[in-house]
């Protein structure tokens, strides 16, 4: 029998395509202005070289985005899990699980466990994102029985306090629009955790905010673990924009008491 291989989807989709759009007409507009008799001279020059070099930069960023999505997260994934101190029967919830990323890796590594990931669905932020291809991918990776996937918002977790004894998120808050919301889904996170839970939090900005704010919320052995010299890198190429980086770190043994905030709206 063929067995179905997992599929994880493309993040960022209409970036992606942005991107190869991009490099298209750029080379149309180099192609134009080498062979075109008009405006012609040093007009011809300028927009041949500013054509090359946004034809070249927007096309191994979408082959870059494109390669990531497709390989390099994937083989990514356990690699950042291990920062976890697992012991095989935790109960694990995956914040912004998308089609199953951490959701499916993290359920391999608790037998005895099991991990529910949460979702708003949006296909912007992923491609293909709905539960019926998370639970495909549960089936896909053999974890099908520890998996369950619910819709709800990062900043208003369906859960009771201490319901988790690990907590994970993938490339999810730095969606939210602004710093007061990812505030309160880091809130929401840590009321879900358990006594001396962990939280382990991906994303590609925004790293120095989550863990000032876990310090604030008593968090200790934080640590933001990231490779200096792609971080400089990446940094670099995408003016800022894209610097991925991971923060962990343990809930206090003694929760601090819960402050309640009004409702937000769902973004």
């Not at 291989?5 to 149309?28: E, H, K, N």
């Not at 497709?70 to 101190?85: A, I, M, N, T, Y």
Request: aromatic content about 10%.
């Amino acid at each position: 029998m063929r067995h179905q291989q997992p599929s994880y989807g493309i993040d960022a989709p209409g970036l992606v395509r942005t991107f190869f759009v991009t490099s298209a007409v750029a080379l149309i507009v180099v192609l134009a202005a080498r062979y075109s008799p008009w405006p012609g001279g040093v007009v011809s020059l300028a927009l041949s070289v500013l054509g090359w070099v946004a034809f070249v930069y927007a096309l191994c960023m979408g082959c870059y985005m494109l390669y990531g999505s497709l390989v390099v997260k994937v083989r990514s994934r356990h690699q950042l899990l291990g920062l976890v101190p697992w012991s095989g029967s935790e109960e694990v919830l995956d914040v912004g699980c998308g089609r199953g990323l951490l959701l499916t890796a993290a359920a391999s590594r608790i037998p005895f466990g099991h991990a529910v990931g949460i979702d708003l669905w949006l296909e912007k932020d992923q491609s293909g994102n709905r539960a019926e291809a998370t639970l495909a991918n549960a089936r896909a990776e053999g974890v099908a029985e520890r998996v369950e996937v619910q819709t709800g918002d990062a900043r208003q977790l369906p859960f009771a306090d201490d319901s988790f004894d690990v907590v994970v998120s993938h490339w999810v808050v730095h969606n939210l629009s602004n710093r007061r919301n990812r505030a309160q889904a880091l809130d929401e996170m840590a009321r879900v955790l358990k006594p001396s839970g962990w939280l382990l939090l991906a994303d590609i900005e925004n790293h120095a905010e989550y863990v000032a704010h876990l310090n604030d919320l008593g968090f200790v052995d934080i640590r933001h673990v990231v490779s200096w010299f792609w971080d400089k890198v990446r940094g670099f190429v995408t003016f800022g924009t894209f610097r991925p980086g991971t923060v962990i770190g343990q809930a206090p043994a003694e929760q601090a008491p819960r402050v309640d905030r009004p409702p937000q709206a769902r973004i």
